[in-house]
């Protein structure tokens, strides 16, 4: 079953933005839309963003998400130290009936 | 504020069986899909498999087709993961939740070794 395309590692400096990128097809990121989650090193991941776009309560407003065509973003304003981590998104792939996951990219914050 | 809590990994021999159980609190169980998902060490996310509200339809990722079975019981408020025919590649991870994937344990780890 064939994943989605994420970059493996981005690096920003302190309080700029980053925007990571995740690439799917029709029947996943282009139909369902992309949930994307952060991950911690030793810790389980955290929803940042559904697949509907809703963003939990406990999320800082700088994580947002867009989407065009088969691309979801997810942009990283006023970067901080604890947002070094992995991220990760995930969709629903109809053709499949399975859900998917990109392979993480790693951002550093310089 | 929902909870999960996953038990029952441990270590096992290439070819034995072991069965993964998520303990569900907090939230209306029976209203989601529940998910197993596993992170071998070092790696990403994987899914594996997935289940409906009642049961009926259950979905897996190619490589477990045929040794992993889900299941759940929503008076309960649990789900399983039967892992038969286990292989090295199983080692991982393996987290329980629901397809929102909102709310993740701790995870519960396999090491399928000899």
């Known amino acids: 079953q064939a994943g989605l395309t994420q970059p493996p590692s981005v690096s920003k400096g302190l309080r700029q933005t980053a925007t990571l990128t995740c690439t799917g097809n029709?029947?996943?990121?282009?139909?369902?839309?992309a949930a994307w989650l952060q991950q911690h090193q030793g810790h389980p991941p955290k929803l940042l963003s559904s697949?509907?776009?809703n963003r939990p309560s406990d999320i800082s407003e700088r994580f947002s998400t867009s989407r065009s065509g088969n691309t979801t973003s997810l942009t990283i304003t006023g970067l901080q130290p604890e947002d070094e981590a992995d991220y990760y998104c995930?969709?629903?792939?109809?053709?499949?009936?399975?859900?998917?996951f990109g392979g993480g990219t790693k951002l550093t914050v310089l | 504020e929902g909870q999960v809590v996953e038990s029952g990994g441990g270590l096992v021999q290439p070819g034995g069986s072991l069965r993964l159980s998520c303990a569900a609190s907090?939230?209306?169980?029976?209203?989601?899909?529940s998910t197993w998902v596993r992170q071998a060490p070092g790696k990403g996310l994987e899914w594996v498999a997935i289940?409906?509200?009642?049961?009926?339809?259950?979905f897996y990722v190619d490589s477990v087709k045929g040794r992993f079975t889900i299941s759940r019981d929503n008076a309960e408020n649990s789900l399983s993961l039967q892992m038969n025919s286990l292989r090295p590649e199983d080692t991982a991870v393996y987290y329980c939740?629901?397809?929102?994937?909102?709310?993740w344990g701790q995870g519960t780890m396999v090491t399928v070794s000899s």
């Open positions: 939740g629901r397809d929102l994937f909102d709310i």
């Open positions: 697949r509907n776009n």
């Open positions: 907090g939230f209306t169980f029976s209203h989601y899909w």
């Open positions: 029709s029947y996943n990121v282009g139909n369902q839309g």
């Open positions: 289940i409906t509200q009642d049961g009926s339809e259950k």
């Open positions: 995930s969709a629903w792939d109809s053709s499949l009936s399975a859900w998917v």
